[in-house]
Structure formats: C-alpha cells, structure tokens
C-alpha cells in the first residue's frame, strides 16, 4: 500500500442524491463526490474563467480507482490518491491522501443506500427497475423497492457491470473529485435541467449526432432550450421524496414543463414562493456570466437547482417582519453548472474542434432566460 499504510480506510459509495446523468457519482467523503475522469472535463475544470466559480462544483483533485472481486463475486471499488494534484486547491487536503476500500454485496448496497439518507426517508418513484436483481433479499422478494431514489443506484450498477466486463482487476481508473454542492442540505430537493438546445458534443458520431437531435426536437429543448433531466422533491405532508427521471422529462410539453418546474417547490402542504426570488436572482447572475463567456459551448451540461426540503423555522412564520435581505439569502437555494464533458471552449487542450465557436452560447441563454421567465410568471401566481 506504499505511503497509505496504516491510514484508516473509507468507503467509497454510490451517491444517493444523484437524479439524472448516466455516468455513477460516488461519494468519497461527507463533502466530495467522484465521477470518472474525462479530459474535456478535466480540461474545463483547470481553466475554470474566475466569474464562473460561484456556480460550478469546486475542483478538488484526481484519485485513480481499481476494480477488486472477492471470492464471492462481489465487487470492490478501490480508489488511491493521484500524484496529479491540482495546484493548492488540494494539495494539502488530508482526505485526498486516503485509501478507500468498499465490498459492494447486494445487501451493503440497499444498506448503504437506507444508511445515508437523513431520519431513513423513504424516496419513491415512478418509474420500477425490473431487472433490479440488486434490491432481491434471500427469497427473491423485493422490500427495499422504494425506498430512496433508485436513479444512482442504477446508474452505478451500469456503471460497475461495464467496468468489470471491459477491463481486468488491475487497471487504474483515473476519477475526478469534486465537491458534493447538497452536502449541506437535509433534504435536498434537487431540479437536474438539460441546458440548451443542442446536446451533442462537437465529436459526436453522425449516429449520435442524430440522435441527440432527435430527443431535442421531441422534448422541451427545442421550444424552450432546457429540459428535465431528473428531480427529487421532499413532501413534508409525508416524509417522502416525490422522483421523477430523465424519461418523464423528455415526454413533457412546454405546459407539463411548467407544472413539474411548480412541483418542483411544492412540498405537500403548499407553493414555496419564498423560493422563487432567490432562484430568479441567482439564474439572473448565471445569464450575465454566460453572455459574457466567449467561445464557451455546454454541450449536454446540467444546471442543478437546490434548496432544503426542510422548512427553515422562521421563513414558516409568516407574521414575523424579515429585511429584504432576508429573501436573497444565497444559502437557502443553490444553482449550480455540472457535466462538462462535452463542453468546449478557446484554448482547450482537448477540444475535438479545431475551429473554436465565436461568441457566447445562445443555446444555453435561451434556455435560461425561458427558464426565469417561467419562474416569474408562477411567482405572479399564473
């Protein structure tokens, strides 16, 4: 184990609030997430343009991974430090030098999945995952079917399969870390939107290319430039999360996209409207920074929206007079850009496009400025 010896070792998890994307997010410590490393990410993330800080995920470094199987079959994700450390952002950071060691059996899974979510919520869905052998006890029965958010679950289940059918147990996996933006949440409730109105990369097969082209012109991101990628609502009224996917996203109009954007703040009892201005006011900042960004397209990137699911004591008392500045309190809701591995910019060291794009991208303004418009038009009460 070299200079790790001795180190405690730390499990390296499925991340249970993941609501969208294909790719598995797993938890590396209470704070940071990791994905696997792509270098158009990676890219973007080194010479992240200073403005644009407030709202992506902080980079924190790369950690190389390697498959383990057991005598039983059960798989074990390891990961180790890189020497590759980002200048200063985590070159000191204690957890970076860690080893992490995690037994994937199918009852650690359900388990681990149960574990993490605050007060055991349950979260529920709508869509069922026949092939989900994972969830199976003993006697093939299926207890565990509802009872957090299953989109990670699947996702990291894919995510292992392919790993192990496709390389041997030695190979390295180089993953990137980030910060996890809903670990200071109890309940997060979190909105995953598609940005833009075109979502292959610029090395996209033909084959690709047309079918990106396609879920775009069948779903909201033609009309609108954004669409729902995934969602989790917590409902106070029963201690569960309401879930929707990327598929219930794509088969939404303009009108249904309206109606999941207001159940998206609904919490079981009533509209969270207290919500509304700091979202607009933080998707306003995030236009003004985009327009501003020459050259940069975010090809299939996700803007996640975020607020707690748990009612702040006092914004539920009504009666008690609060400054203005109380309703702009940045902490209470978050907006944050993800997946960058189809983002291209000037002077990236991995873009597949010799000829750079000029000017800002409309698609993803476009997207934004219909996406405040609607929230205006709910906090009008239409």
């Known amino acids: 184990l070299g200079p790790a ?3 405690a070792a730390v499990l390296l998890q499925p991340f249970v609030h993941q609501v969208g994307g ?22 973007f993330y080194e010479s992240l343009p200073l403005a644009m800080r407030q709202f992506t995920p902080q980079y924190k470094g790369i950690v190389s991974v390697h498959l383990k199987k057991d005598s039983l079959g059960n798989l074990t994700l390891i990961a180790s430090p890189s020497l590759g450390q980002p200048d200063g952002s985590a070159g000191g950071d204690p957890a970076v030098t860690l080893w992490h060691k995690r037994k994937w059996s199918h009852t650690q899974v359900t388990k681990t999945f149960k574990d993490s979510c605050p007060g055991k919520m349950l979260l529920r869905t709508d869509l069922q995952y026949h092939t989900d052998s994972l969830l199976e006890d ?18 990291h289940r894919q995510h292992l399969n392919r ?30 939107l598609k940005m833009g109105t075109r979502q292959h990369g610029d090395d ?52 249904g996209f309206q109606q999941t954007l207001r159940q998206f703040l609904c919490n079981g009892n009533q509209l969270r409207t207290d919500l509304l201005e700091p979202i607009i006011l933080r998707l306003k900042a995030l236009l003004a920074v985009i327009r501003k960004q020459s050259s940069y397209r975010f090809y299939s990137s996700s803007l996640l929206i975020i607020y707690d699911g748990q009612e ?31 983002t291209t910019f000037k002077g990236s060291k991995s873009n597949p496009n010799p000829t750079p794009h000029d000017g800002p991208d409309h698609g993803y303004i476009f997207g934004l400025e219909n996406l405040i418009k609607i929230l205006q038009s709910l906090s009008e009460g239409k």
């Open 22 to 43: 294909h790719t598995s997010m797993l938890t590396y410590d209470e704070h940071t997430v990791c994905k696997p490393l792509v270098s158009q990410e990676l890219s």
């Open 204 to 255: 996209a097969s033909e084959e690709k290319k047309a079918r990106h082209i396609k879920k775009c012109e069948q779903s909201t991101s033609a009309s609108l430039g954004v669409r729902i990628c995934g969602m989790q609502v917590y409902q106070a009224d029963t201690g569960h999360f309401l879930c929707k996917d990327k598929y219930y996203g794509r088969k939404l109009s303009p009108e």
């Open 5 to 7: 010896e001795g180190r």
């Open 163 to 192: 790993m192990s059918s496709k390389h041997n147990e030695n190979k390295l996996h180089q993953f990137l870390l980030l910060e996890n933006v809903v670990s200071k949440y109890s309940y997060p409730c979190i909105l995953d």
């Open 138 to 155: 003993a006697n093939g029965k299926q207890p565990e079917r509802k009872s957090y958010n299953p989109w990670g679950l699947h996702c």
């Open 312 to 342: 702040h004591k006092e914004s539920a008392d009504h009666h008690l007079p609060f400054p203005k500045t109380h309703g702009t309190n940045p902490s209470r809701v978050d907006v944050r850009m993800i997946d960058f591995a189809h």
